[in-house]
């Protein structure tokens, strides 16, 4: 498995931030990793996006910082220049997979069906997003899309919140569990950084309490 998919593997948490101010980046990255998480995916949600992954990456570098919703190679480009260490799509797209994989980039790309899985393994794949979890059957369907694949993993996200995270956690086909419960986006722009550490440290028990 790729060093940053072991790491990420290990954390067994990613979670899923909206900003809209790139200075609250920084405070934002020291209080997840105050309560446990030090991997972080900043989405292309906002146009601020680049800049806040450029200042995690450039300050922060114990952090893990990875760019989602990178739906084409433009995004993914932007992704790169700004020092992400992984990608995360909501679909699976062949361009930016494959731009992904020649920049030694690892990329999480969105499926929800054994068609979109076959694409990725026909391209070197072997852990995907599960998105949106929640709404296709959740921990149900990934285990039933598994079955037929041998050692496929998934990052399910989506709906996933702390009143369903830990029958997720407790899957070994589940690599890590992605959400935003943690990192609500009116915390985030009240920059009400002691909640998120709580409900981080939070998180952080319930992933160990369902190992």
Excluded: H
Excluded at 38 to 51: C, D, L, Q
Excluded at 177 to 184: A, D, E, L, R
């Amino acid at each position: 498995m790729n060093n940053i998919l072991s790491q990420i593997n290990k954390c067994r948490i990613v979670p899923v931030i909206k900003l809209n101010d790139a200075n609250k980046a920084i405070p934002l990255a020291d209080a997840l990793t105050a309560g446990g998480i030090n991997v972080m995916e900043i989405t292309f949600r906002t146009p601020i996006a680049k800049e806040a992954i450029s200042l995690v990456s450039r300050e922060r570098p114990d952090v893990l910082v990875g760019a989602g919703t990178v739906i084409n190679p433009e995004i993914l480009q932007s992704a790169k220049e700004a020092g992400a260490r992984f990608i995360v799509s909501p679909g699976l797209n062949p361009a930016t997979v494959t731009a992904s994989l020649e920049a030694d980039l690892p990329i999480l790309p969105g499926v929800i069906t054994p068609t979109e899985i076959e694409q990725g393994l026909m391209l070197g794949l072997s852990i995907f997003k599960f998105f949106p979890a929640e709404s296709f059957g959740g921990l149900k369907t990934i285990l039933a899309l598994a079955a037929p694949y041998g050692n496929i993993k998934f990052v399910p996200t989506g709906g996933i919140n702390e009143k369903n995270a830990a029958d997720y956690f407790k899957s070994d086909k589940v690599l890590a569990v992605g959400g935003s419960w943690m990192v609500p986006e009116k915390l985030i722009d009240d920059g009400n950084w002691e909640e998120i550490t709580r409900l981080t440290k939070q998180a952080v028990m319930l992933k160990e309490s369902s190992i």
